[in-house]
């Protein structure tokens, strides 16, 4: 039985004990703190989801969202700017200030972190 190939445009979400459909390109990043998995929106408001970031990372769309580390998913329409971090790594800055979260790119990650940005930028 083949999988039906409709791109969602929506992560459901939990905020408190409602269930929100949340569009994908209203998501700032996620991450993950105590193995809970929180999806923070263009509105700085933080929900919850039940999925994994190793199964975000499978079902979101390469072009707009990146896996920046262990812990952190970015946006690429959220990110303002980033600059070399203790040599080797990259920290990015997001376009949501209120929002205080380093996210820093590792070493490893880094190379296909410039590339990535390249291509979607272009």
Not at 2 to 26: A, C, D, H
Not at 76 to 83: A, L
Not at 115 to 120: G, I
Request: glycine content about 0%; hydrophobic content about 40%.
């Amino acid at each position: 039985m083949q999988k039906n190939m409709i791109t969602k445009k929506r992560l459901l979400v939990k905020f408190g004990i409602e269930s929100i459909p949340l569009l994908y390109e209203n998501i700032v990043f996620i991450y993950t703190q105590n193995k809970i998995v929180y999806v923070i929106d263009r509105f700085s408001k933080k929900n919850i989801t039940d999925k994994t970031l190793q199964q975000l990372e499978e079902e979101l769309n390469k072009d707009v969202f990146f896996r920046a580390n262990r812990q952190y998913i970015i946006n690429i329409n959220f990110v303002k700017s980033f600059k070399p971090y203790e040599k080797t790594k990259i920290i990015v800055e997001l376009t949501i200030p209120e929002i205080n979260h380093p996210i820093i790119i590792s070493q490893e990650t880094a190379v296909c972190f410039r590339r990535w940005m390249h291509e979607v930028c272009v």
